[in-house]
Structure formats: structure tokens, C-alpha cells
């Protein structure tokens, strides 16, 4: 199984990649007990290392394939292409790799801003997260298992609105929709380019959750591993203070489940789409 940073000042560290020169660079990665690379933390490092190469511009998009699992003992390199520089948009390649095997790819696609018509969404119609128990409250009863795991220190505050994977397990009507608040869990810098990379690493570790529940298990009790990841980013986002992701699971088959998330911040604009795929093996026992 894998865990998360346990600190939202160690995550955003984990995430300065070291440039080695105009296009190579290098970063650490979060050691788990199963040493495995987390997919989120990866994409969200490849995403920073492309931002590095396009000064003035912030993530507009990225669309990942994950092709091999790594060492997360060990560094990975991020080689970033430059696929284009147009009057409005650039393009970059990113491949990470471990030992000369690539782990990752991604595309990256970062934009100027421009005053132009607007449209969006609404914001669901959901409780407001001070209404709300923290995931510590709601999962106390079960802090014993998997050594702690589901009330383990993490780098956000979750609160779900929709029952947490943990108990819709148990549940006997199990739904496709899975709707949460997040935030920091302390104060962070609010930036454009570490927003865009914190929701890269946000949703890669929480959006599969959706079709994780509709299996009838939960991310510590399947193996899962993420095939590919596509985030649109519409606006800046803080996450010092709440953001609403509304996830949902259209599709499972072929060992493999769809998510997709909507992220608004809580005055109500739309500041992130996401989509995954992710695939399964056999289920663990506690």
C-alpha cells in the first residue's frame, strides 16, 4: 500500500525538483512501506519541471500515462522537450526516469491570460465544510487498522460530504459519486504553478477512490495502480482555504475504472477538471 507526505510543508518541498540544467532535472521522492512511487507525486513533479522551462506562463493542462512503477527510495530524473512556443500557448514533453526505464510522460500545455467570455457549472448545492467531521472523526472507530492508515497525519484536511471509502464499503447501497472539501492542513504560499501541482497530487491520490468504492473495496484493500491522468486548469486555486471536488466513477471494466472530478473553490468558480483511469489486481486482507 502506499501513503502520502504527512506534512503539507514536506509535500511542497518534495515538489522543488533541482535543476541540473536548461532541461534536466532531478527530485527525491515520499519513501512509503511498499517503496513505491506514488502516481500523483510523480505527475506533480513532472508538472513543476515543466513550469520551470516556461517562465511567465501557468499551467493550463496535463495529460500523463503512467508506464512503470519506481523505487521511491531513489531519485528520478525529468527530462522536459520544448514541443512548442506559440503566442498564447507552449507545450511541453516531460518523461521521468529511474535506471534509463521511463516511469512517466506527460504533456503540458501552459497559457497567458486572457480577458475573453466566460462560462461555467454551477457549484453543487452541498454542507459547507465547518459543518462537516474531520476523517479523523468520522473513521476513529477503525484507527487500529492497517497500521493507522486511515487516520494517519496527511497534508490536507478532507472532509467528505458523501460517506468516506472506508465505511461505503460497509454500505448497502454503494454510489458512483463521492463529493469532499479540501484544504491545507497549514498555511501554504498561494502560487499558480505549486496550486496546479498540489491538485496534480491531490486527485492522483484521492479521485480513484470513486471507483475503488464501486468494487466494493477501498485503495488499502485492492491493488490499484493509475494507467493515466488528464487535469484542466481553469483558474488559480488557494488551498489555504476549502476546495469542493465532486468525483464520480462512470465506467468499471476490464480490471480497469474511470473517474473524473470537478473542482470549485468556495466562492463557487471552477478552478479544476480531472480524469483517470486506474487498474486493479486482487483484493488484500487486514
Not at 513543476?48 to 508506464?67: D, E, K
Request: proline share 7%; hydrophobic share 40%.
Amino acid at each position: 500500500m502506499s501513503f502520502s507526505a504527512s506534512s503539507i510543508a514536506d509535500l511542497i518541498a518534495s515538489l522543488d525538483v533541482e535543476q541540473v540544467d536548461e532541461q534536466h532535472f532531478v527530485a527525491d521522492q515520499m519513501d512509503n512501506p511498499a517503496h513505491h512511487i506514488v502516481g500523483g507525486h510523480i505527475a506533480a513533479q513532472s508538472l513543476m519541471a515543466a513550469s520551470r522551462t516556461v517562465p511567465g506562463r501557468t499551467p493550463h493542462s496535463a495529460h500523463a500515462y503512467y508506464l512503470r512503477a519506481g523505487d521511491a527510495r531513489r531519485p528520478v530524473e525529468f527530462h522536459v522537450e520544448v514541443a512548442r512556443d506559440g503566442g498564447t500557448l507552449s507545450t511541453r514533453r516531460v518523461t521521468a526516469r529511474q535506471d534509463g526505464q521511463v516511469l512517466i510522460e506527460m504533456l503540458a500545455s501552459f497559457s497567458i491570460e486572457i480577458d475573453d467570455a466566460e462560462h461555467q457549472l454551477p457549484i453543487p448545492a452541498v454542507p459547507q465544510p465547518d459543518s462537516l467531521p474531520s476523517i479523523h472523526e468520522q473513521l476513529r472507530d477503525y484507527a487500529d487498522e492497517f497500521g493507522g492508515h486511515w487516520v494517519r497525519k496527511q497534508p490536507f484536511d478532507l472532509r467528505y460530504v458523501d460517506v468516506p471509502p472506508r465505511l461505503a464499503v460497509e454500505h448497502p447501497e454503494r454510489s458512483p459519486k463521492m463529493r469532499m472539501w479540501w484544504r491545507a492542513s497549514e498555511p501554504q504560499p498561494v502560487d499558480p504553478v505549486l496550486g496546479s501541482c498540489l491538485l496534480t497530487y491531490l486527485s492522483g491520490t484521492t479521485m480513484l477512490e470513486a471507483a475503488v468504492v464501486m468494487r466494493g473495496a477501498t485503495p488499502v484493500t485492492t491493488f490499484n495502480a493509475l494507467i493515466d491522468h488528464a487535469l484542466w486548469f481553469h483558474r488559480p486555486v488557494d488551498l489555504t482555504d476549502w476546495v469542493l471536488s465532486e468525483q464520480f466513477s462512470p465506467s468499471g471494466l476490464n480490471g480497469r475504472g474511470l473517474a473524473s472530478a470537478t473542482m470549485f473553490n468556495r466562492s463557487g468558480a471552477l478552478v479544476c477538471v480531472a480524469t483517470q483511469e486506474v487498474y486493479f489486481g486482487a483484493e488484500r486482507t487486514g
